[in-house]
C-alpha cells in the first residue's frame, strides 16, 4: 500500500470538487490584501505536480492571491482510471477559475497545459491574461494519427506491460534523467525528490499514459486554439529537449495581444533556472497593456 503523498510545500491546502473533474487538490495563499488572482499550471508528464510552479508560487504569495491545483490525475488530487482527456483538463482550469477564484485571473501554465489553459481562455471570461512557459503545440512536426494514438493507448494499458514500463519510467535514476533534461545544471534535489514520491501513490499511472500515447496533445494548435485568443499573451521559451517552436513567429506576427521573451541559458524551466529573468518578464506583461 502506498505511502500518503505529503504536500508539494509549506501552503493551505484544500480540495474542490466537481462532477465532470472528480476531487482537485489545491495549494493557496491568499494573504495578500489585494491584487489579482495568479493560477499557476504545472506542466504534464510522468510524475508532475504542484511542486513545478514552486518558485512563482513562493515569489508571489502575499503579494496578490496565488492558486496552485494539481491537476487530475496527479499530486494529491483524484487519480482514478478514467479517461483524461484536453477537454477534461480545459474544463478543470475552466471550472476552477469560476467556482474556487471568482473572478478574472492571471494564468501561467507549464508545457502542455500550455494548450489546456488556451483551451479554457476561449469557454471563459474568467482568464484576464494568459503566461506559457515553454508552450507546446509550436513544433511544425504534426501529431500521430488518431488511430496510431489509440494503438498506443492500448499497448500502454496493457496490464503487464503498462506495469512494467511506468516502473522503469519512474525509479528514481528515470526521473533524475528526465528532470536533467529540463535543466542546464543539475536539477533541484526537492523536485527529483518529490516527483519521485508523487509516482508512488495508487493509480498514478493513469494520466500519464494518456500524455504518453499523445492523446492529451491538439491537432494544430495554433489554429485551433492560440490564433483564437483574444486575452494577452506572454510566451516565456529558449531552448527545450523536447518541444520546438517553429511556428511560434507565425502567432507572434499575427496577433498585437500575443508577445515572447526569451529567457537564456534555460531548457525548459525558466522559472527554476533563470528566477529574476522570469519574475522580470511576468511583472512587465502584466503592467503593460496589450500591443504597446
Sequence with gaps: MSEPLPPAFDADTSDWTSQGCGRVSYYSDTSAPAGRPLLLLHSINAAPSAMEMKPLFEHYRGRRPVYAPDLPGFGQSERGDRDYSPALYADTIRGFLAEVIGEPA????????????????????????????????????????????????????????????????????????????????????????????????AGAQFAPFCFLSMRLFTDDAPGTLYHRIAAPVLVLYDRDPNISFERLPEVLDQHDNWRSVRISPTLGLPHWEQPEQTFNALDEFWNTPAGE
Design 106 to 201: 492571471d494564468v501561467v501554465a507549464l508545457s502542455t497545459s500550455s494548450e489546456f489553459a488556451a483551451r479554457a481562455a476561449l469557454a471563459s471570461n474568467h482568464v484576464r491574461s494568459l503566461a506559457l512557459i515553454s508552450p507546446t503545440g509550436f513544433g511544425a512536426r504534426p501529431r500521430p494519427s488518431k488511430k496510431t494514438r489509440d494503438r498506443l493507448f492500448r499497448f500502454f494499458s496493457t496490464p503487464i506491460v503498462g506495469s512494467g514500463l511506468y516502473k522503469a519510467l519512474t525509479v528514481k535514476p528515470s526521473v533524475r534523467y528526465f528532470l536533467n533534461m529540463g535543466f542546464e545544471g543539475r536539477p533541484p534535489r526537492e523536485l527529483v525528490n518529490y516527483a519521485h514520491r508523487t509516482t508512488n501513490v
